[in-house]
């Protein structure tokens, strides 16, 4: 990988702050609008893109390929959200029981209110349709960047961004043509 004037990021240069700082300047808008659009909320994708730099500065002496920085961070980041779509669905099981009668209040109902039709429909499709169809047309990588993130193949990719694509036009009310 090389960033900036011509001066390549090398996995095991000992470099991992000047590495890792510029993955960081490069990608992490990027990212955290990934992360944006899986959990809904920006001060939580922002906690998971930060969580995911970190982890990759603290292993990035274990990358075996000098260009595979933002593959780990994209990877970091959708654990991430998993990760927060798991807390949150304990949080929803039990919050009820421990807070008493009120179960859904004026935020709940708001935040609701202020959701897309798409971003409702997206995030109704089962977890890995949704990480397909973000990392390949909201992300905009190629089927090949998309399988190397999510670890599946060229063909797994394929055909669960074609299933996704029905289910939101499905879930959108529209016919695919």
């Known amino acids: 990988m090389v960033n900036g004037p011509g001066r390549p990021i090398r996995a095991g240069n000992g470099d991992a702050d000047w590495a890792v700082t510029a993955l960081f300047r490069e990608h992490h808008l990027e990212l955290v609008r990934l992360a944006l659009v899986m959990v809904g909320d920006l001060s939580t994708a922002e906690d998971v893109v930060q969580d995911a730099f970190e982890r990759l500065h603290r292993r ?31 949080a929803r099981k039990h919050g009820p029981r421990l807070a008493g009668s009120s179960a859904a209040g004026p935020d709940t109902e708001t935040a609701l209110d202020d959701r897309s039709e798409m971003l409702m429909a997206l995030r109704g499709l089962p977890r890995r349709q949704r990480e397909v169809l973000v990392l390949r047309y909201y992300s905009d990588l190629d089927v090949a960047e998309v399988a190397a993130t999510l670890q599946i193949s ?16 499905a879930g959108l009310g529209r016919t695919q043509q």
């Not at 797994?156 to 939101?168: F, I």
């Open 60 to 90: 990035w002496h274990r990358l075996r390929d000098p260009g595979s920085g933002l593959a780990y961070a994209r990877s970091a980041v959708l654990n991430g959200c998993r990760t927060v779509h798991r807390r949150s669905a304990v």
């Open 154 to 169: 060229p063909g797994a990719v394929r055909s669960t961004s074609s299933r996704g694509l029905a289910a939101l036009a």
